[in-house]
């Protein structure tokens, strides 16, 4: 993880990352970036310090130079890259097509040190415990790069070894991205509202646990359990007496590009078939099971033979709580009925605030949204674009979404334009209706009923059981002045006029509260004294009393009503 504030150590150790930073950007010709963020003047370099462009870098395409600038910067950049490459509505067709390279086109480390990592971590040489082990990768990423191996029981295997020296350069690229986060929160207001630290935090959390390849070790187990039965997907089998924190050994599998349609169509396989498979896998992980792949675009899925699915990369995953995805369901069930309503609380309810100062304003502003984006069929719907006009509206009323917002939110886009590749007509919003509706209406099963009384019945025995002594302990602070009501008021800008008018209503409601009583009461006692002139037996004067007591109850009561007060 990385620290809530750097220290002044800190951020003199980091300082020679941000000169290199900054000299890879302008040495790929990105200097328009420097002046955007100003940090030439507040790391104080200047154009000389600067690293010259190579001869032919700034002839090379601007997408070229930006992937070519990700690479060098290294791991943590890279990933960026590939999240950019995977939102294919963000980003231009050419920037889209170069950055899918960092997927699988990473400069490999050395075979040899490879070999050595594996000896630190396992124990024992590579050519000891495997019958044979290629030193050449046959995958690189941002973190790891893959070799094919046999073992000695002659299964084929794929093993995962992490970069060398990564661990240091990426946690000191996170505390600078935390840096920027914290930038951008206090000083750039129109990005504030994406909760940009709460971001970075959960980016840096998940980035942390994937350099513990431990951790993607226990996912793949959890998700092939979770999948258990299902045919049509393929888990790699770990191997756990050869994986260790820097070394993952799985089984495996071999296909084509899960967005390769003419293959598929040579070998028997339905595009449009397998564009509706991997919408219902999406929604099954984020709707039913909370447990999702958090990174699912092409470079980590394979199509094998006989049109299984193979899925692999488990390393960054997502976790949602039930209620967080009663919340996804609502929201997607409100965006598919168009009930402008039901999408404001659901994103109230996966928001940091959980409330907003001006419902009435939001909720025209998603009357606003629904008629722009949600007028047409459902299944011209596009969920990657009802999504970023969302963010735009949560931007005008200052709401900031939870980080597991924006990684499911991720999964489902990401899944959407790999399906959009296989399907231009896929209706993906349709496909995840159901699963939103279930979840909506097991909340109302007799059985969640019956859980949520029990619930409410062990929490009311227990509070009652020390309600007593709670009261007694506060009565007797009381009796003796030790209790203290501390009141906290935001001036307004008008003054303390609006205090004054506050008060003077109380006043006067107790007042005519007082008044109303004491009329009432007197009245009473009229009436039961027989204190002649009377009609029919009963005393005038009481009855014109009792008469204008009620009226002065009746004109309090409406008065507290009309004002909100009941």
Known sequence: MIPEIQSTVGFAKSLPRYHAIIGILFKYGFADVLKLVALQQVLGLEKTQLQKH???????????????????????????????????????????????????????????????????????????????????????????????????????????????????????????????????????????????????????ASLSRELDFTHEAENSVRFARQFQGNPGLKVPRLFPDLSKSRVLTMEFISGHAVNDVETMKTEGVDPSALSERISVLIFEQVLVHGFFHGDPHPGNMTLLPGGVLGLYDF???????????????????????????????????????????????????????????????????????????????????????????????????????????????????????????????SRYTPGHIADILKRLATESVGFLEVLPDDFHRFWIRLRRGEVSIPIEHKIDPKGFEPIRTTVDSVANRL????????????????????????????????????????????????????????
């Open 54 to 204: 190579e001869t032919g870098i700034l002839s090379k395409p601007p997408q070229e130079r930006l992937r070519l600038a990700l690479e060098e910067l290294g791991p943590t950049f890279i990933k960026f890259g590939q999240i950019l490459s995977s939102r294919r509505d963000l980003i231009p067709s050419e920037y889209y097509a170069e950055l899918r390279q960092l997927q699988d086109e990473v400069p490999p480390f050395d075979g040899e040190l490879a070999k050595r990592i594996f000896l630190e971590e396992i124990g024992i040489p590579a050519e000891e415990a495997f019958a044979e082990f290629d030193g050449k990768p046959i995958a690189g990423a941002s973190i790891a790069q893959v070799h094919r191996a046999v073992t000695r029981q002659g299964e084929t295997v794929a093993v995962k070894i992490q970069r060398p020296d990564i661990r240091p350069m990426i946690e000191q690229d996170l505390v600078i991205l935390m840096d920027l986060a914290r930038f951008t929160d206090a000083c750039v207001p129109a990005l504030a509202a994406l909760n940009p630290v709460a971001t970075v935090r959960e980016f840096a």
């Open 315 to 441: 390393g960054m995953m997502g976790e949602l709580s039930t209620s967080f995805r009663a919340s996804i369901a609502n929201l997607l069930a409100g965006l598919s009925t168009r009930d402008h309503r039901q999408v404001m609380n659901s994103l109230l309810e996966m928001s940091e605030e959980g409330s907003v100062g001006d419902p009435d304003a939001m909720l025209r502003g998603i009357e606003s949204f629904s008629t722009r984006h949600l007028g047409e069929s459902i299944s011209k719907v596009r969920l990657t674009v009802v999504f970023n006009a969302l963010l735009e509206l949560l931007q005008t009323h200052h709401l900031r979404m939870k980080g597991a917002f924006y990684l499911g939110i991720k999964a489902l886009t990401q899944i959407e334009a790999v399906g959009l590749e296989l399907n231009p007509s896929l209706n993906f919003v349709e496909i995840g209706r159901p699963y939103a509706e279930k979840i909506i209406l």
């Open 511 to 566: 007042a005519n509260s007082i008044l109303a009583a004491s009329v009432l009461i007197c009245s009473s006692i009229i009436i039961h004294s027989r204190i002649p002139p009377r009609i029919w037996d009963i005393p005038i004067l009481g009855l014109v009393g009792l008469i204008c007591g009620a009226l002065m109850t009746f004109r309090l009561v409406m008065s507290i009503w009309k004002h909100g007060g009941l």
